[in-house]
Antibody, heavy 115, light 107 residues
Framework: EVQLAESGGGLIQPGGSLRLSCSVS????????MSWVRQAPGKGLEWVSG???????YYADSVKGRSTISSDNSKNILYFQLNSLRVEDTALYYC?????????WGQGALVTVSS | DIHMTQSPSTLSASVGDRVAITCRAS??????VAWYQQKPGKAPNLLIY???SLAGGVPSRFSGSESGTEFTLTISSLQPDDFASYYC?????????FGGGTKVEIK
């Protein structure tokens, strides 16, 4: 059975940083395209970042330059680091895979940016 | 960036109705469009990929079609479990982009 489980969310002050983790079971992170997709409260879905099986990384303009997506292949975990947090980064962050259309999703990690 | 314009944003319908949701891409993305269903408090669920291919376990009342840069999700006979939000997504090029969503409500 495929399972994706995000962790690392919480309440963070503007200007701070976060590191989200997504622990995956049932398929291999390093063999698939993996993404982070976020959803602000009451709003639609926004893809923010992805990493290919070859290690190429992709970012939405909204997070480019202040974010890093990576994976630990030995642990089958996907990560997302976001710096210089803004109020508008408040959202439920989902990890999703495999491929560039998203068959598998986690339950989401809530990130709230507020002073 | 490729913009996906989804319509309508809200749709009121009754059980048994045939409903259609449309996404128009700002440039060619054929056939790389997916459709998702999302219920409140839950992660999205893949319904359709590659414009018209039904994802595993998805009921056959859901179908996808395309005409140029316009993509349509059709539910042939709306069921109580189908009242939810729906999103299109293009995966032709980066950044991957979603439509704004359609909320299907009970009439």
């Amino acid at each position: 059975e495929v399972q994706l489980a995000e962790s690392g969310g919480g309440l963070i002050q503007p200007g701070g940083s976060l590191r989200l983790s997504c622990s995956v079971s049932g398929f291999t992170v390093s063999s698939n395209f993996m993404s982070w997709v976020r959803q602000a409260p009451g709003k639609g879905l926004e893809w923010v970042s992805g990493i290919s099986s070859g290690g190429s990384t992709y970012y939405a303009d909204s997070v480019k330059g202040r974010s890093t997506i990576s994976s630990d292949n030995s642990k089958n975990i996907l990560y997302f680091q976001l710096n210089s947090l803004r109020v508008e980064d408040t959202a439920l962050y989902y990890c999703a895979g495999d491929g560039t259309n998203f068959l598998h999703w986690g339950q989401g990690a809530l990130v709230t940016v507020s002073s | 960036d490729i913009h996906m314009t989804q319509s309508p944003s809200t749709l009121s319908a009754s059980v048994g109705d045939r409903v259609a949701i449309t996404c128009r891409a700002s440039q060619s993305v054929t056939p790389w469009v997916a459709w998702y269903q999302q219920k409140p408090g839950k992660a999205p669920n893949l319904l359709i990929y590659k414009a018209s291919s039904l994802a595993g376990g998805v009921p056959s009342r859901f179908s996808g079609s395309e005409s140029g840069t316009e993509f349509t999700l059709t539910i042939s006979s709306l069921q109580p479990d189908d009242f939810a939000s729906y999103y299109c997504q293009q995966y032709s090029s980066f950044p991957l982009t979603f439509g704004g969503g359609t909320k299907v409500e009970i009439k």
